[in-house]
Structures are given as structure tokens and as C-alpha cells.
Nanobody, 129 residues
Framework: QVQLVESGGGSVQAGGSLRLSCSAS????????MAWFRQAPGKEREGVAS????????YYTDSVKGRFTISRDNAKNMLYLQMNSLKPEDTAMYYC??????????????????????WGQGTQVTVSS
């Protein structure tokens, strides 16, 4: 049984930083694509950042490029999202997701909800102006 547990969310002022963490268990972590998604109230879930098995292929949605950094530590089964220069529009529930296939993906696929089969419960990020 795959388990993904997010942590690190919270409330910050605009311009601040947060680091999200995702602990993975129950499968061979280093065989999975991993990604971060977010969902704001009344909006669809969107891909934020995605990283291939070895981290060699990384994709970001345009709105976070230059501000967010995804990273993974395969030895510790951990996924991270460093978020800098946060904006009120970054406010959302953030989810960690895993894809049970190590094969290559293009950017739209790597940030697509349908590409991922396993999800965490989410951690709330609130950015105030």
C-alpha cells in the first residue's frame, strides 16, 4: 500500500518562504515519478512541479518558475518543494503525488492529474497580502 504524507504547510505573508516535505512508503520510491499539485477553493487541481525518477527531468507550471524548486532524496524516500517569494495566489492545499511508472513524460503529461495514481492527504498553504 502506497502512503504519501505531506508536511510543512502553514501561513506566511507575501514574499515569505515555506518548504513542503512528502514522506513516501510502501513501494520502491526510486522507481516512481513524483510531483506536487495544488488545489485552491473552487478551482481544479493543478500540477505545480514534477520530477522524474533520478531528478533529471523536472517540470514546473509557469506561475511558479523561478520561485519554487522541487527536489527528491531517493535514499530517504522524501520529496520536497521549496517555495520562495510566495504570493497570495499560491494559497491552496498542496498534494504530493506518485506515478507508478518510471517512463519518460513531456511537461503537460508530467503535470497532469491523470498521470498520477497515488496521492497524499495534503497540507494547507496560506499566503496573506
Amino acid at each position: 500500500q502506497v502512503q504519501l504524507v505531506e508536511s510543512g504547510g502553514g501561513s506566511v505573508q507575501a514574499g515569505g518562504s515555506l518548504r513542503l516535505s512528502c514522506s513516501a512508503s510502501g513501494y520502491t520510491y526510486n522507481s516512481y515519478w513524483m510531483a506536487w499539485f495544488r488545489q485552491a477553493p473552487g478551482k481544479e487541481r493543478e500540477g505545480v512541479a514534477s520530477a522524474s525518477v533520478g531528478g533529471g527531468n523536472i517540470y514546473y507550471t509557469d506561475s511558479v518558475k523561478g520561485r519554487f524548486t522541487i527536489s527528491r532524496d531517493n535514499a530517504k524516500n522524501m520529496l520536497y518543494l521549496q517555495m520562495n517569494s510566495l504570493k497570495p495566489e499560491d494559497t491552496a492545499m498542496y498534494y504530493c503525488a506518485a506515478r507508478r511508472s518510471p517512463g519518460p513524460m513531456f511537461d503537460t503529461q508530467a503535470l497532469g492529474v491523470m498521470s498520477f495514481s497515488d496521492w497524499g492527504q495534503g497540507t494547507q498553504v496560506t499566503v496573506s497580502s
